[in-house]
């Protein structure tokens, strides 16, 4: 079954670049929408937007302005980068696979990567 | 932008018990709605998706019914490994894909 792993720094300073990659296993990238969800400590969840193999993209509207999502379909990954991060972008991210252009809902989800905010 | 809000955001049961959580939809979703399980320190899993299906996988005893704005998820009964949050999320209309705030089910 598709496996996703995200990787990246845990720890970013303020006014940076947070950026991470999510490599997708035992399952081709192409077809399909691909997400990043976010989870603040000890809150829920915040979809940050999705991207599909094509390279098409939907952002959420509250981070759209420092949002890039983007795909590389040779390496079956896509990445995320956050730019002008502060304390309140501090979180786990998930990555996660969208089922189908005409149901966006996420059957499978990476194990997650908690990126930490600080100076 | 569809708003999503469960009731409770909180409840306590026992091993056993029955228990219904419930979403609301701001407007119409039709049965695009879909239900997760997010355990401590793991990412969420999808329980249910188009209001009533099950994931391949989850056990009998989830189930999901709704449509419209109201929604309800049930577990008939609760197992230890069931103490969780749960989140509910539209998928009718999106951009952007949203979330319930979750309800945590302890033990009581």
């Known amino acids: 079954q598709v496996q996703l792993q995200e990787s990246g720094p845990g720890l970013v300073k303020p006014s940076e670049t947070l950026s991470l990659t999510c490599t997708v296993s035992?399952?081709?990238?192409?077809?399909?929408?691909w997400s990043w969800i976010r989870q603040p400590p000890g809150k829920g969840l915040e979809w940050i937007g999705y991207i599909y193999y094509s390279g098409s993209t939907n952002y959420s509207p509250s981070l759209k302005s420092r949002v890039t999502i983007s795909v590389d379909t040779s390496k079956n990954q896509f990445s995320l980068k956050l730019s002008s991060v502060t304390a309140a972008d501090t979180a786990v991210y998930y990555c996660?696979?969208?089922?189908?252009?005409?149901?966006?809902?996420?059957?499978?989800w990476g194990q997650g990567t908690l990126v930490t905010v600080s100076s | 932008d569809i708003q999503m809000t469960q009731s409770p955001s909180s409840l306590s049961a026992s091993v056993g018990d029955r228990v219904t959580i419930t979403c609301r939809a701001s407007q119409s979703i039709i049965t695009y709605l879909n239900w997760y399980q997010q355990k401590p320190g793991k990412a969420p899993k999808l329980l249910i998706y188009?209001?009533?299906s099950l994931q391949s996988g989850v056990p009998s005893r989830f189930s999901g019914s709704g449509s419209g704005t109201d929604f309800t998820l049930t577990i008939s009964s609760l197992q230890p490994e069931d103490f969780a949050t749960y989140y509910c999320q539209q998928s009718y209309s999106t951009p952007p894909i949203t979330f319930g705030q979750g309800t945590r089910l302890g033990i009581k």
């Open positions: 035992s399952g081709s990238i192409s077809n399909y929408y």
């Open positions: 996660a696979r969208v089922y189908s252009a005409y149901d966006k809902f996420l059957d499978y």
């Open positions: 188009a209001a009533s």
